[in-house]
Structures are given as structure tokens and as C-alpha cells.
């Protein structure tokens, strides 16, 4: 299985945690601790790369920090 890595951003907005990378548009994880922010966008995008796989779009490039 291949592994692909994207660089995130965890942000604080009010009682939540968001948080996004800017190589995934419209992808992002939100809750209540750190934590939760970032198990969140880890399923998130694990599920749109699954969804990447099954329709044959092209999986976003990773990029290093």
C-alpha cells in the first residue's frame, strides 16, 4: 500500500479545533481537543483518497514541509 503525506494545519475557532491542508480542498476535520482535530482530517483523508482510487481521479501530489 502505498503512503502519501500532506501537511496540516490545526487552527482554534471558538470551542473547536479545525483542521485543513491546503493540497486537499474541502477536506478537514474538526473537534473538540487537538487530538480530536487531527483523527478527524486523518479519516478524512483517508476516505478521499479511497474515493480517489474507485473513481480513477488522480490522487493530490504530497508535498514536504
Do not use: N, W
Not at 470551542?15 to 493540497?23: D, G, T
Amino acid at each position: 500500500m502505498a503512503h502519501h503525506t500532506y501537511p496540516i494545519t490545526i487552527e482554534k475557532e471558538a470551542k473547536q479545533y479545525y483542521a485543513f491542508s491546503k493540497q486537499l480542498p474541502g477536506v478537514y476535520g474538526l473537534g473538540p481537543s487537538v487530538e480530536h482535530a487531527k483523527d478527524s482530517i486523518l479519516e478524512a483523508i483517508r476516505i478521499y483518497i479511497l474515493r480517489c482510487k474507485k473513481t480513477g481521479r488522480a490522487i493530490p501530489a504530497r508535498r514536504s514541509v
